[in-house]
């Protein structure tokens, strides 16, 4: 079998449609079809159904899709490390995002990249961080953004900058919040990030530390939403500390007491590719930017 067929394998299967994928691979539709038909003869396997729409994994399908995927990742792993011996990392990145592209300094990343590594192309993914922190530990995505702690051996990191988050409400809220003790604190709603997220697990941790538990929780998947919310009257909530501080001088919050909730950003990656040349190289590139101040 070829590569290319893997590559239509895997385009048509993510896609679930023939001619979508022929269009990504740059193809033509019956190309693509009589690459489907060689691959599958050569595997003696059915890998796809034709359905309503488009095209469905068959059962035998979905459990070499992965093999698939692992192939194709080694044969651009040993791409990109001839092309390292020759002086110029080259390939695509997958990147997971947290936050605001502005916090973390995605422009700058972006840029500085192109400008050191133009052979090296980033795609970025947004997710909240325990979710970014997953798939870039099943190889999912090759590296991202992450605040917290890590907590497993297979991933390592490169500190990026300390963060403290304070808890926040609407100004509407100061005279509720001023004098509440945990006990008060506890009864209120407070709006938290899903159960996978290090925003929900400093929140819970808070609690914990002080006995208690939120009473009621309205969830949200996005930082800024979070905070929008919270804002807004909703419920208590997180927000970043030099954010909060300045909100709080525009009148757009209160803050509740001196509590600060300190966790760590980092750019996470697989142990076992700190040799690959193109992480290597965007370590470099965020070491430097980085340098320059934490934004």
């Not at 796809?48 to 059962?59: D, I, P, Q, W």
């Not at 194709?72 to 020759?86: E, G, K, S, T, W």
């Not at 076992?272 to 340098?291: E, M, N, Q, T």
């Amino acid at each position: 079998m070829e590569l290319y067929q893997l590559k239509g394998f895997v385009a048509v299967a993510e896609l679930g449609h023939m001619t979508r994928a022929a269009e990504r691979l740059h193809v033509s539709q019956p190309a693509l079809s009589a690459q489907i038909r060689a691959l599958e003869s050569q595997l003696s396997l059915k890998l796809f159904e034709r359905v309503s729409g488009g095209m469905r994994l068959t059962a035998a399908g979905r459990q070499l899709l992965s093999d698939a995927e692992v192939v194709l990742d080694a044969a651009d792993q040993l791409r990109n490390r001839a092309r390292a011996l020759c002086g110029e990392p080259a390939g695509q990145l997958r990147v997971g995002t947290v936050s605001e592209p502005e916090f973390i300094r995605v422009a700058e990343f972006l840029g500085a990249t192109i400008q050191r590594f133009p052979m090296i192309r980033v795609e970025f993914h947004h997710g909240v961080t325990g979710a970014v922190f997953e798939r870039v530990r099943d190889g999912e995505l090759d590296a991202g953004f992450y605040y917290g702690e890590l907590g497993d051996p297979d991933v390592a990191s490169l500190k990026l900058r300390d963060i403290a988050y304070r808890v926040i409400a609407a100004p509407s809220w100061q005279a509720r919040i001023e004098r509440a003790h945990w006990e008060d604190i506890a009864r209120m709603p407070w709006v938290m990030a899903s159960e996978i997220s290090t925003h929900h697990h400093l929140v819970m941790g808070l609690f914990r530390r002080h006995g208690s538990a939120p009473a009621k929780v309205v969830e949200a998947d996005q930082e800024s939403i979070l905070s929008s919310l919270a804002m807004a009257g909703a419920g208590l909530g997180l927000m970043r500390e030099e954010r909060a501080l300045r909100q709080r001088e525009l009148g757009e919050v209160c803050i509740w007491g001196d509590v600060r909730l300190e966790t760590t950003l980092r750019f996470v990656y697989r142990r076992k590719r700190s040799d690959d040349p193109l992480i290597r190289a965007v370590l470099d590139v965020l070491s430097a930017v980085w340098a320059r101040g934490a934004g």
